[in-house]
């Protein structure tokens, strides 16, 4: 298994929470950022994310390496989805491992506020109103979604 993976398929996440087991770790912390129906007031029916992937799987490996030196745990895994994908399903997760709770937690919550901050992921979402938008557009290298997807 990758340590980083980015996968228009459903991400298994007893598949990845397995790969946390180490007997020297006492806590395992797992976010799995959900696909929901609402977003600022409107009704959500479609989302879909895209991305660039050979920087995104760069990006995301950097994010588990700086981690990995900046916490004392054992082992950190990245996955996120691309295409769409339907309500209530795991859009992104991130599993951290440490002997100590504290650790996991840090590591987990870190890495997932530099995901969206740094990755080359968009998120696009459809509304009931007939309305569509790209969501939290990340900047990369300045580029916006649209400059990027042309570049």
């Given at each position: 298994m990758r340590m980083v993976e980015?996968?228009?398929?459903?991400?298994?996440?007893?598949?990845?929470?397995?790969?946390?087991?180490?007997?020297?770790?006492?806590?395992?912390?797992?976010?799995?950022?959900?696909?929901?129906?609402?977003?600022?007031?409107?009704?959500v029916l479609r989302l879909s994310y895209e991305c660039y992937k050979p920087m995104a799987l760069k990006v995301l490996a950097d994010i588990r390496e700086k981690a990995l030196g900046r916490w004392k745990i054992a082992q950190l895994l990245i996955a996120h989805r691309t295409g769409e994908i339907p309500i209530g399903e795991a859009a992104v997760l991130v599993a951290a491992a440490s002997a100590h709770r504290k650790e996991a937690f840090e590591a987990a919550a870190w890495a997932m506020d530099e995901i969206k901050r740094e990755a080359p992921i968009w998120k696009h979402e459809t509304y009931a109103d007939g309305t569509s938008l790209w969501v939290e557009d990340h900047c990369v290298e300045g580029h916006s979604h649209e400059q990027a997807i042309r570049a």
């Open positions: 980015i996968t228009e398929a459903p991400i298994p996440v007893t598949r990845w929470r397995a790969e946390m087991e180490d007997p020297a770790c006492g806590a395992v912390v797992t976010f799995e950022g959900l696909v929901r129906d609402h977003h600022q007031g409107k009704k």
